[in-house]
């Protein structure tokens, strides 16, 4: 069973920047696929970003293409989310979500470990 932790949010100007972490254990997590999804209120979670097991391919929704970073640290059991230029639009409870199912998703079932979420506030 893997547990993800995730850490880093809060609030934010807009045109900041802000780290997210999202922590794991419990499982190999260098064979995990990871993403990053959000959810604002009275919206669908949504993906956001993603990251391969296999050579560390990176991929990304077009809303945040440009501005966003994934990154992980296997030696560390650690992914991260670096989030420049942000916008009010982004403030949302972001989720850390593991795959043990493909080598590539953006879509959210196909991810079966979720962390708790952490708020990420931007204000205008």
């Known amino acids: 069973q893997v547990q993800l932790v995730e850490s880093g949010g809060g609030l934010v100007q807009a045109g900041g920047s802000l780290r997210l972490s999202c922590a794991a254990s419990?499982?190999?997590?260098?064979?995990?696929?990871m993403g990053w999804f959000r959810q604002a209120p009275g919206k669908e979670r949504e993906f956001v970003a993603g990251?391969?097991?296999?050579?560390?391919?990176?991929y990304y929704a077009d809303s945040v293409t440009d501005r966003f970073t994934i990154s992980r640290d296997n030696a560390k059991n650690t992914v991260y989310l670096q989030m420049n230029s942000l916008k009010p639009e982004d403030t949302a409870v972001y989720y850390c979500?593991?795959?043990?199912?493909?080598?590539?998703?953006?879509?959210?079932?196909?991810?079966?470990?979720w962390g708790q979420g952490t708020q990420v506030t931007v204000s205008s």
């Open positions: 979500a593991a795959s043990s199912r493909v080598q590539k998703s953006s879509n959210k079932s196909e991810y079966n470990y």
């Open positions: 990251i391969s097991w296999i050579g560390g391919r990176t």
């Open positions: 419990g499982g190999t997590f260098s064979r995990y696929v």
